[in-house]
């Protein structure tokens, strides 16, 4: 059963500075893994998504790496912002079924501080 | 807005009472997808359809439970008689099937029971 960590549940660091989230996943059989990004209250918004095949993909500010064998994905923000504050929530979508059910983290929630 | 919608957006009922949500997917999207968010985890499948087929239902989602979407369109979700264990947010999300198959949430419906 395909289970997801994220590390660490909670950060709070000072604006500006750059900032690495952790992910890990058990079964490396993934089709491929989104980073989320969830304000207090509301709903999830895609900020990236990996395919298998890739090992990174760039947004602005963001960057999110793929370690498929390893299990890991990382998300890097740079020149944090307050606005920047929210849950961040990883992802995977196994390969073995096609219902693309998507296997959620538990998030980690950021605070930047001004 | 094309977006992914879902009516109520908060729900408070007491227990034993049934409550009916619903959700408008993205208009071309042939997939939509239920998952629940308790306070502090990541959202968790409940059950999926591809156009008006359910196609899977997680083992989260008891005989109380029900969802429907009847002309591939809206879904809707039932919980009848409520639990004070069924208050969560209960999201909705829609895709189209294909290469990369991000999956759109909407903005939840958050649900109380007392």
């Known amino acids: 059963k395909q289970e997801v960590t994220q590390i660490p549940a909670a950060l709070s660091v000072p604006e500006g500075e750059n900032l690495v989230l952790n992910c890990s996943f058990t079964?490396?059989?993934?089709?491929?893994l989104q980073w989320f990004r969830q304000d207090p209250g509301k709903g999830l918004t895609s900020l990236l998504l990996i395919q298998s095949s890739q090992r990174e993909q760039t947004s602005g500010r963001l960057n999110a790496s793929l370690d498929k064998s390893s299990g890991r994905s990382t998300l890097y923000i740079a020149a944090s912002q307050p606005g920047d504050s929210a849950t961040y929530l990883c992802a995977v979508i196994g390969s073995t079924n096609r219902d693309d059910k998507i296997i959620f983290g538990k998030g980690t929630r950021l605070h930047i501080l001004p | 807005d094309t977006g992914v919608s879902q009516d109520p957006r908060h729900k408070i009922t007491k227990r034993g009472q049934n409550v009916t949500f619903r959700c408008d997917p993205i208009s071309e999207h042939n997939r939509l997808y239920w998952y629940r968010q308790t306070l502090g985890q990541g959202p968790e499948f409940l059950t999926y359809?591809?156009?008006?087929?359910?196609?899977?239902k997680s083992r989260l989602l008891s005989d109380r439970f029900s969802a429907e979407r009847p002309k591939g369109s809206f879904s809707t979700l039932e919980i009848q008689r409520t639990e004070q264990g069924d208050s969560a947010m209960y999201l909705c999300?829609?895709?189209?099937?294909?290469?990369?198959?991000?999956?759109?949430f909407g903005p939840g419906t958050r649900l109380l029971v007392l």
């Open positions: 079964d490396s059989a993934i089709y491929n």
């Open positions: 999300a829609s895709s189209l099937v294909g290469i990369q198959e991000t999956q759109y």
């Open positions: 359809f591809q156009n008006e087929a359910q196609l899977e």
